[in-house]
């Protein structure tokens, strides 16, 4: 059974780091196609997807975030990590992570997120 | 970037049926897959590959996709399908992931 917890910091300062760990079970972030995401949801905003890190290290981020996010992965302890700089009042979220699957169906390739965290609250508030 | 737009906000009767529209250029070419969000619970995946259900999830999710539109479709809904619902693809062109703007289910 596949599981993921998010954890960090609850209230943070502006421009600030934030830095949240993501700790997951039931899978191995070593093994070919598979990939874990970051996304978040600010209150009355829709979700936003911001980074997701592959088995063989391949990093990607959201544009829009790009300069000021940083995803790392610790196979040992089957953990990533994102961190996120300089951080805002905006930056006030619910965030989670989510394994990536990767799966082809009718000869084409469809990428989702079937299992989630239960997301963190992070209020950015000085 | 490759934007995804949903309508605001849907409302339907117990028992009758809600429609989800999902609309973005040329989707039909895409893997469309849709989630579903009660306030305080993980995110749950109940549409994956325009149409194919996970696990547990129940026959009344449905979905489709051609052209520039993909479709979630509750038949029978039920007050515990009230949520926020989002549809989601991949832009393969930067391996980027995108997710629509988001639709509130309202069970009058």
Known sequence: QITLKESGPALVK?????TLT????????????????????????PLEWLALI?????KRYSPSLQSRLTI?????????????????????????????RRMVVSGKWG?????WGQGTLVTVSS | SYALTQPPSVSV?????????????????????????????APVLVVYDNSDRPSGIPERFSGSN??????????????????DYYCQVR????????FGSGTEVTVL
């Open chain 1, 72 to 100: 790392t992965k610790d196979t040992s302890k089957n953990q990533v990590v994102l961190t996120m700089t300089n951080m805002d009042s905006e930056d006030t979220a619910t965030y989670y992570c989510a394994h990536r």
């Open chain 2, 66 to 83: 051609s052209g520039n539109t993909a479709t979630l479709t509750i038949s029978r809904v039920e007050a515990g399908d009230e949520a």
């Open chain 2, 13 to 41: 009767a117990p028992g009758q049926t809600a429609s989800i529209s999902c609309g973005g250029n040329n989707i039909g070419s895409k893997s469309v897959h849709w989630y579903q969000l009660r306030p305080g619970q």
């Open chain 1, 54 to 58: 592959y088995w063989n290290d391949n």
């Open chain 2, 91 to 98: 832009d393969s062109s930067v391996d980027h992931y995108v």
């Open chain 1, 22 to 45: 993501c700790t997951f079970s039931g899978f191995s972030l070593t093994t070919s196609g598979v990939g874990v995401g970051w996304i978040r949801r600010p209150p009355g905003k």
């Open chain 1, 14 to 18: 502006p421009t600030q780091t934030l």
């Open chain 1, 111 to 115: 990428y989702y997120f079937d299992y």
